[in-house]
């Protein structure tokens, strides 16, 4: 069983508001990573991370931010949240040289700006 | 072009049938090929992973590369209401350190 964690699941807020979403893993993966995730949409790449101090936008544009100062922790901030930041957020954690390219999600935090 | 198409259903199926998944993709790069099974309101969890072409077998599933074709599959046999869930094909070129590169996900629901 995976052991990664997101925190808060739902979060409903006004536009303007900061937010940090939180994810931890005790799996002790080097690899992290956030997508986005739209109903009937691909899931997106918006940040990862190769390890502590190591962080890198991802493939769809995003105005969130991350940090990665242990290992087992990368939350990510919107400094002001809008109404296009509507999503599902899911974080993942991956182990460095695994063959499979498996990826361990959390079970998601789902964001509504009004 | 995406670069990876998936139909995304909903596709509804009794009890015990066979149940076909499909991608199409069109980066020839992609070496890994994986299928997530996400539950409502959880997380994708690995199902199946392939690498380069061939088949892969566990249990009732199997996991069908074809690079000539650009196309991969999943087959569910016999398959459960507990199979019921979204199912992603996902991607990687070797060198992406497992970027992966998701299809939208087919949702999948077996009915009893």
């Known amino acids: 069983e995976a052991d990664i964690y997101q925190t808060p699941r739902y979060l409903v807020i006004g536009t303007g508001k900061k937010i940090t979403l939180e994810c931890s893993q005790t799996m002790g993966h080097d690899k992290m990573y956030w997508y986005q995730q739209d109903p009937g949409m691909e899931l997106h790449l918006i940040h990862y991370?190769?390890?502590?101090?190591?962080?890198e936008k991802g493939d769809l544009s995003s105005e969130s931010t991350v940090s990665r100062i242990r290992t087992e922790h990368f939350p990510l901030t919107l400094e002001s949240a809008r109404p296009s930041h509507t999503s599902q957020y899911l974080c993942?954690?991956?182990?460095?040289?695994?063959?499979?390219?498996?990826?361990?999600f959390g079970e998601g935090s789902r964001l509504t700006v009004l | 072009q995406k670069e990876v198409e998936q139909d995304p259903g909903p596709l509804s199926v009794p009890e015990g049938a066979i149940v076909s998944l499909n991608c199409t993709y069109s980066n020839s790069a992609f070496q890994y090929f994986m299928w997530y099974r996400q539950y409502s309101r959880k997380g994708p969890e690995l199902l199946m992973y392939?690498?380069?072409?061939g088949n892969k077998e566990d249990g009732r599933f199997t996991a069908q590369v074809d690079k000539s074709s650009k196309y991969i599959s999943l087959f569910i046999r016999d398959s459960q209401p507990s199979d019921s869930a979204t199912y992603l094909c996902?991607?990687?070129?070797?060198?992406?350190?497992?970027?992966?590169?998701f299809g939208k996900g087919t949702l999948l629901t077996v009915n009893p």
């Open positions: 993942a954690s991956g182990r460095q040289g695994a063959d499979t390219g498996e990826l361990f």
């Open positions: 991370s190769y390890g502590v101090n190591s962080t």
């Open positions: 996902a991607m990687s070129v070797i060198s992406s350190n497992y970027k992966l590169t």
């Open positions: 392939t690498y380069s072409s």
